[in-house]
């Protein structure tokens, strides 16, 4: 029996004889040889892998003001029957109504899974005053940066969005170390970003759960940003938020290609000026060149780790002024006191978000699976 099992292995590993791939990982999960075609990353969540996803610790949100204290508490992230919830709740559930107006948070923490990720925009400490509530929400963010970073490669997630006013759920990666500078200078990919309003209209266009977008992020500095160019949406008139499907990223040192469920959705392939003249950068000669010792796709030829997240409204645009929805945005952008604007407009989006029945699953990002394989 044994020299059956021995010599099926030893042919099963000559057919998979190993040729080198041009991608490139990092990180504690990261396979010690990349072969050219093999899955280097994969999560089921059969269980919650925290040496995998690394949750983050912030008030800060993502840069846009968004409404969301990120935390790591099984209420807001957790896995179940093979998928990974992302699920709102509601801060005052924890800490009581009167505290948001006037209580103070402080998230830093002791042990070394508890300290607070991000202190940019006052992520680590705030003091919730009338006008400037604290975080409303509270959500979780978690990422691969410790565990998996890679360089050019095929991703597939295989998810379904949330439904509910104002949610912005996202699946996207972030540069490891920031090779050109920081944002936008080393890029950002968005594999799927969209908004679990149900029936928003814009200018006309339902761009609520109907519509679900990938982008590209990348300039010398965040007032340059070229992400027009690389930003590509597909709408669905079922919605993303009412069944799972496959979002895909094909990234090589040739082009960058957006999919959902195998139909091509952008490609972007760079000529010889690269990012820089693709972004149109090239016309502004007082500006250095960050890219300009990398290769054509830089600063998509550096190492990216991935991010799942689930957002609440912000500030930047995402939700512009004067969409139409059923019960109309309760903040502006420009308002300097949007967090609070949203929380008093609690009585026309929490209702949408169904949190009191089926576990709250309608609000929440769900995933089914993340899988890389190398070039
Ligand atoms: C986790 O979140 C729930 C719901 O907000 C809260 O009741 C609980 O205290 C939190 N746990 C910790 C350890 O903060």
């Known amino acids: 029996m044994w020299y059956v099992i021995t010599s099926v292995v030893a042919l099963a590993a000559l057919s998979n004889a190993c040729t080198p791939s041009i991608t490139t990982v990092s990180g504690t999960h990261a396979p010690s040889t990349v072969c050219s075609g093999a899955m280097i990353f994969a999560d089921d969540f059969e269980e919650f892998d925290l040496e995998k996803w690394q949750h ?12 969301q204290y990120y935390n790591n508490n099984r209420t807001n992230s957790f896995t179940h029957s ?14 009581g109504k009167s505290f948001l107006t006037s209580g103070r948070l402080n998230i830093e923490g002791g042990a070394p899974a ?23 929400i509270k959500s979780a963010r978690i990422r691969t940066v410790n565990s998996f970073s890679f360089r050019y490669g095929k991703v597939e997630v295989r998810a379904k969005m949330p439904a509910g006013d104002w949610l912005w759920p996202a699946i996207w990666l972030m540069p490891a170390y920031n090779a050109y500078g920081t944002w936008p200078a080393s890029g950002e990919i968005d594999l799927v970003e969209s ?26 500095y965040p007032e340059l940003n070229a992400w027009e160019r690389t930003h590509w949406i597909r709408r669905s008139s079922a919605g993303y938020d009412t069944a799972f499907h496959q979002y895909q990223l094909e990234w090589t040192p040739d082009y960058i290609k957006f999919s959902i469920d195998n139909v091509e959705l952008g490609r ?19 500006i250095e060149n960050p890219w300009r010792y ?43 006191t949007a967090a609070t604007d949203f ?22 990002l769900q995933v089914d699976y993340v899988r890389v394989w190398a070039l």
């Not at 093979?82 to 800490?95: A, C, E, M, N």
């Not at 006008?131 to 409303?136: C, D, I, Y």
């Open 82 to 95: 093979g998928l990974l919830f992302i699920r709102p709740s509601l801060t005052s559930d924890q800490f």
């Open 268 to 286: 972007v392939t760079p000529g010889n000026g690269g990012f820089w003249e693709y972004g149109g950068f090239n016309s502004n000669s007082n």
């Open 343 to 364: 929380w008093n407009g609690q009585a026309g989006w929490l209702p949408t978000w169904n949190l009191n029945s089926n576990d709250g699953q309608d609000a929440s």
């Open 195 to 220: 908004r679990g309003n149900k029936n928003m209209l814009h200018n006309g266009v339902h761009i609520g759960t109907q519509e679900a977008g990938s982008t590209l992020h990348y300039g010398p």
């Open 114 to 136: 508890d300290r607070c990720t991000n202190p940019q925009w006052w992520g680590c400490e705030r003091t919730g005053t009338p006008t400037n509530v604290l975080n409303p």
């Open 56 to 67: 983050e610790n912030t008030l800060a949100g993502g840069g846009n003001w968004e409404f």
């Open 294 to 336: 990398g290769s054509k796709m830089a600063p998509f030829d550096q190492k990216f780790y991935i991010i799942i997240n689930l957002a609440v409204g912000g500030t930047n645009g995402f939700f512009p002024d004067g969409v139409q929805n059923p019960i109309p945005k309760p903040w502006w952008n420009g308002s300097p």
